[in-house]
Each structure stands twice: as structure tokens, then as C-alpha cells.
């Protein structure tokens, strides 16, 4: 019963039983708006489902005992992906794995991706100067060091940052990558105090200290 109810939606397969309080808190770094529905939680366009405890093929093995929780949509096909980073954001701050389409991954493995700052307005290079220094042969392009800064105008709304769109008239996300997330951490919640920003990660989940960007210990 449990593999025919998670082949239907990306999966956060958790080493342990989460409650749905905790569950809900997590999901909230997502979508604040989201909310308990018994002990499922609702979140735009998904639900993400309560914990059923699955069998170890489900993750190959990898997990002797673990609960999945599935992430379904509801309704239209939730946008910019946004059930399969929930549930990759999950499992990265539950210390779990990933389903989605069948394939098995650990989160806090990928390094291939940093945090972003999402700002209201695109910020101009004198803006950005204190921190950030420009490239000469691209607008877009900045440096901090050894850390690379790029300027991504936003089609899409994460749900996480729904508190600056009233003000928003250029949605644009300012994109870091390198080798320390620590640092890029720090550098992020620096950009976003200058720019009235927020912080969120790869899975677009709200940061709010450098730690954030660390796997669970």
C-alpha cells in the first residue's frame, strides 16, 4: 500500500517518523502560507503527505528503516518544479534521501548550487559595490573573492518570498557559488540586509543563518 501511494509524487524518504509540527515548520521555510490539513500539510499547489514508513527497496537499500513522505500535487502541475524541490528541501534539513522519477539522491551532497538573495528591484552596480565587485565584459557578473555573483531576473515566484512581492517591480535573484557555503552564507545575508532582500537556497527554502546552508548534523 505504501509503494502504490509514493510512486505518484517526489518523495523525502527520513530516517525517522517527523511530526507533523516539525514537518509543517520546514515546510514553511518554503511557503510560509502553508498549513496543517490533520497531519498532512498544505502548501501551494501540493500537499506533502504524512509520513508512511516504507520498505528498504525504496532507496535501494541505502535505508534499513525509513518514512517517506510524498509530495502531490494539487491540482494544476505545481510550478518551477517546486514539489520536487520540497522535497529535496526536506530531506536535506531531515537528514534523508530523495525519490523523484524513480532516482535516488542525497541532497546534501550536491555542491553544484549555492544560496541566492532575492531582491524586489534589480540592484544597480553602485549598489552592489560594497560587497561586490563587476565584471568588466558582463553586467550580470560579479565577484567577492573566490566567490562568483550573477544577476537572474526571476520569471517565477518562489513562495518564500511572497512577503516582498507588493513591492516588487524587478523580482531578480542574485546567485552565488562557491566552495564554502559558510561564506556564501554570510555573504548572502549581507547582500540581503543591504537590499531588503531574502535569502533562500537552492530549493528556494528561506535562510536565515549561514548555518542554514549546512547539512544536518
Known amino acids: 500500500m505504501a509503494k502504490r501511494r509514493l510512486r505518484t509524487g517526489p518523495t523525502a524518504v527520513l530516517p525517522s517518523k517527523v511530526q507533523p509540527a516539525e514537518l509543517l515548520r520546514v515546510v514553511r521555510l518554503a511557503d510560509p502560507g502553508a498549513r496543517l490539513d490533520g497531519d498532512d500539510v498544505v502548501a501551494t499547489d501540493v500537499r506533502v ?39 529535496e528541501g526536506i530531506a536535506f534539513r531531515l537528514k534523508g534521501l530523495a525519490v523523484c522519477r524513480g532516482e535516488v539522491s542525497d541532497p546534501a551532497d550536491e555542491d553544484n548550487a549555492g544560496p541566492a538573495v532575492i531582491v524586489p528591484v534589480r540592484p544597480s552596480a553602485e549598489e552592489l559595490a560594497p560587497l561586490l565587485e563587476p565584471q568588466e565584459d558582463d553586467e550580470f557578473t560579479f565577484t567577492a573573492g573566490e566567490i562568483r555573483a550573477v544577476l537572474v531576473p526571476q520569471k517565477g515566484q518562489p513562495p518564500a518570498v511572497g512577503e516582498l512581492l507588493p513591492f516588487a517591480t524587478e523580482l531578480t535573484a542574485i546567485e552565488l557559488r562557491g566552495d564554502e557555503p559558510a561564506k556564501l552564507g554570510a555573504l548572502a545575508l549581507e547582500l540581503a540586509d543591504q537590499l531588503n532582500g531574502l535569502v533562500v537556497d537552492r530549493w528556494r527554502f528561506r535562510v536565515d543563518a549561514a548555518e542554514d546552508l549546512l547539512p544536518s548534523e
Open 49 to 87: 503527505c504524512a509520513p508512511v514508513e516504507a520498505e528498504p527497496e525504496l532507496t535501494g537499500g541505502v535505508l534499513e528503516k525509513s518514512w517517506a513522505v510524498r509530495v502531490a500535487g494539487e491540482g494544476p502541475l505545481p510550478l518551477d518544479f517546486f514539489d520536487r524541490f520540497l522535497a
